[in-house]
Nanobody, 114 residues
Framework: QVDIVESGGGLVQPGGSLRLSCVVN????????MGWYRQAPGQQRELVAA???????KYLESVRGRFTISKDNAKNTVYLEMNALKPEDTGIYYC????????WGQGTQVTVSS
């Protein structure tokens, strides 16, 4: 059984920063393309950022330049550094493979509000 545990969310003011972490209990983690997904209230889940096994990264246009995805294969962990946060970044953030082939974890709530 695969376990995904996301953490690091919280309430932050516009312009603030958060760092999300995701530990993935999956064999062969270093060979996986991994992504961070966001589900805003009343909207479908969308891919926000992804990191490929050979190091290439891709971002949703609205977060490019503000968010940075990284991966530590020794710790089976994916990170999402989020800066200059905006109210529209509010949502539940999940990590999964890209495409999302693993069971979803609980996610971590990010709320950007003054």
């Amino acid at each position: 059984q695969v376990d995904i545990v996301e953490s690091g969310g919280g309430l932050v003011q516009p312009g603030g920063s958060l760092r999300l972490s995701c530990v993935v209990n999956e064999y062969g983690f270093s060979t996986l393309h991994m992504g961070w997904y966001r589900q805003a209230p009343g909207q479908q889940r969308e891919l926000v950022a992804a990191i490929l096994t050979y190091g290439a990264k891709k971002y949703l246009e609205s977060v490019r330049g503000r968010f940075t995805i990284s991966k530590d294969n020794a710790k089976n962990t994916v990170y999402l550094e989020m800066n200059a946060l905006k109210p529209e970044d509010t949502g539940i953030y999940y990590c999964n493979r890209d495409p999302p082939l693993l069971p979803w974890g609980q996610g971590t709530q990010v709320t950007v509000s003054s």
